[in-house]
């Protein structure tokens, strides 16, 4: 007997794409409904039995429609996750996940589904992922508690019942300045933001990266000091961590997160070999939070490093 298996639902209005995804899907060894308009995505999550869902940004309103639109992908995405599946557990992480495709041509578009509640983004063409979707989609899986199908049905009731855990101190889900953001994803940029599923989120030249606090807080700390242009932008080693040895440890770390997010170590950070570190981009490519926002971030890590916000120092 063929035990339970997950099941996607995916929104895709490109035969060739669609025809992409349902292999990689069927890969993990996971069941599939699929259709190519917003009417169609909505009549299936209505009829449920859906384990996660894989959405193109730009898909058509009924399935007789000639061109697909941003619009229609938004409104499905924000039925599924306002509306039909808003539940979160107390990390904030969604007990419904839900991964987005797009090209995405400008970053600002990335920023506001993030806000909005994205879980991750898988980019077109499928090769030009850093991580592979597959992999997407399994630690879609896990982060929202169904490594094992028979999880599912437990997890489902949970985000169709809503509710969500409260910002610290009332801050909103993200807060970015919105100078900078909308341009092409090929200039260079850097965007933190306080998007938190249990996990921190900056953009690096338009691509979402997921760090886990202390990473954060160190990408973070750069950024203010090279947005400020203090000491030209270097902070010392022990202004990134009390202790140095610890923060040559982060530091490591911090370039495997990137690596892995095909984002090579020499992009981002650079450091003088004498224990300063400085993000490379100018300060203008920069949109950073202001220190007293990231002190009201819903990350309480994150919240501690910035309630006593430290100067940069050679």
Same mark, same amino acid.
């Given at each position: 007997?063929?035990?339970?298996?997950?099941?996607?639902?995916?929104?895709?209005?490109?035969?060739?794409?669609?025809?992409?995804?349902?292999?990689?899907?069927?890969?993990?060894?996971?069941?599939?409904?699929?259709?190519?308009?917003?009417? !169609? +995505?909505?009549?299936?999550?209505?009829? @449920?039995?859906?384990?996660?869902? $894989?959405?193109?940004?730009? %898909?058509?309103?009924? *399935?007789?429609?000639?061109?697909?639109?941003?619009?229609?992908?938004?409104?499905?995405?924000?039925?599924?996750?306002?509306?039909?599946?808003?539940?979160?557990?107390?990390?904030?992480?969604?007990?419904?996940?839900?991964?987005?495709?797009?090209?995405?041509?400008?970053?600002?578009?990335?920023?506001?589904?993030?806000?909005?509640?994205?879980?991750?983004?898988?980019?077109?063409?499928?090769?030009?992922?850093?991580?592979?979707?597959?992999?997407?989609?399994?630690?879609?899986?896990?982060?929202?508690?169904?490594?094992?199908?028979?999880?599912?049905?437990?997890?489902?009731?949970?985000?169709?019942? !809503? +509710?969500?855990?409260?910002?610290?101190? @009332?801050?909103?889900?993200?807060? $970015?300045?919105?100078?900078? %953001?909308?341009?092409? *994803?090929?200039?260079?940029?850097?965007?933190?933001?306080?998007?938190?599923?249990?996990?921190?989120?900056?953009?690096?030249?338009?691509?979402?990266?997921?760090?886990?606090?202390?990473?954060?807080?160190?990408?973070?700390?750069?950024?203010?000091?090279?947005?400020?242009?203090?000491?030209?932008?270097?902070?010392?080693?022990?202004?990134?961590?009390?202790?140095?040895?610890?923060?040559?440890?982060?530091?490591?770390?911090?370039?495997?997160?990137?690596?892995?997010?095909?984002?090579?170590?020499?992009?981002?950070?650079?450091?003088?070999?004498?224990?300063?570190?400085?993000?490379?981009?100018?300060?203008?490519?920069?949109?950073?939070?202001?220190?007293?926002?990231?002190?009201?971030?819903?990350?309480?890590?994150?919240?501690?490093?910035?309630?006593?916000?430290?100067?940069?120092?050679?």
């Amino acid at each position: 007997m063929t035990p339970p298996q997950h099941v996607a639902l995916i929104v895709e209005d490109d035969p060739a794409m669609a025809a992409d995804v349902i292999e990689i899907v069927q890969a993990l060894g996971h069941g599939h409904v699929i259709t190519d308009c917003l009417e !169609g +995505g909505l009549d299936l999550l209505g009829k @449920g039995g859906l384990c996660y869902g $894989i959405f193109d940004l730009e %898909i058509k309103k009924s *399935a007789d429609s000639i061109k697909g639109h941003v619009d229609m992908g938004k409104a499905l995405f924000d039925a599924a996750r306002k509306k039909i599946y808003p539940g979160r557990a107390a990390d904030d992480t969604h007990y419904w996940q839900i991964l987005m495709m797009s090209y995405y041509k400008d970053h600002g578009m990335v920023v506001r589904m993030l806000r909005d509640g994205a879980d991750a983004f898988i980019r077109k063409p499928l090769p030009d992922n850093p991580t592979s979707p597959g992999e997407e989609i399994l630690e879609a899986l896990k982060r929202s508690g169904r490594i094992s199908h028979d999880r599912c049905a437990e997890m489902t009731r949970k985000a169709a019942r !809503g +509710g969500r855990k409260k910002t610290a101190q @009332g801050a909103p889900a993200i807060v $970015i300045n919105p100078s900078g %953001i909308g341009g092409p *994803a090929s200039e260079p940029s850097l965007v933190i933001t306080d998007r938190w599923d249990g996990r921190c989120w900056i953009l690096v030249n338009g691509l979402p990266v997921s760090l886990s606090p202390k990473p954060f807080v160190m990408v973070s700390r750069l950024a203010l000091a090279r947005k400020a242009d203090l000491n030209h932008g270097y902070v010392y080693k022990t202004v990134l961590d009390a202790a140095a040895t610890a923060s040559w440890n982060a530091t490591r770390r911090l370039y495997k997160l990137l690596e892995a997010a095909g984002i090579p170590r020499g992009l981002l950070i650079e450091n003088d070999s004498r224990g300063n570190f400085r993000i490379r981009f100018e300060p203008h490519q920069i949109t950073v939070l202001e220190p007293a926002v990231l002190a009201r971030h819903a990350c309480e890590e994150v919240q501690k490093a910035f309630s006593k916000l430290e100067t940069a120092r050679p």
